[in-house]
């Protein structure tokens, strides 16, 4: 009896994503801090917060800038097109 493929990968995906969360689950970090605060996962996880805020911050305007001028360029597109039809219907 033949299995269907993709529900085979789903499963083998399934699989794996269960073992790497009970495997996640069992094992343990140790944290030498005398708080969380001072920990070195909260620390390293503020770090890539204030990384990741920084580079949306300078991706943000680029972004808007780029997206802009494509819709500058499809409403000229637009006018062009409506203003060949009305020139051809005359």
């Known amino acids: 009896m033949?299995?269907?493929?993709?529900?085979?990968k789903v499963t083998?995906?399934?699989?794996?994503?269960?073992?790497?969360?009970?495997?996640?689950?069992?094992?343990?970090v140790p944290v030498m801090a005398?708080?969380?605060?001072?920990?070195q996962i909260v620390k390293?996880?503020?770090n890539l917060i204030q990384d990741v805020t920084t580079?949306?911050?300078?991706?943000a305007p680029?972004?808007?800038?780029?997206?802009i001028?494509?819709?500058e360029q499809f409403l000229?597109?637009?006018?062009e097109r409506a203003w060949s039809i009305l020139l051809l219907k005359f």
């Open 55 to 59: 580079w949306l911050m300078v991706l």
């Open 12 to 28: 083998r995906v399934l699989k794996a994503m269960a073992g790497t969360l009970s495997a996640m689950m069992l094992s343990t």
């Open 44 to 46: 390293g996880t503020e």
């Open 62 to 67: 680029i972004v808007g800038v780029l997206l």
């Open 2 to 8: 033949k299995r269907n493929p993709l529900r085979q």
């Open 76 to 79: 000229l597109e637009i006018a």
């Open 34 to 39: 005398d708080t969380v605060q001072e920990s």
């Open 69 to 71: 001028k494509k819709e």
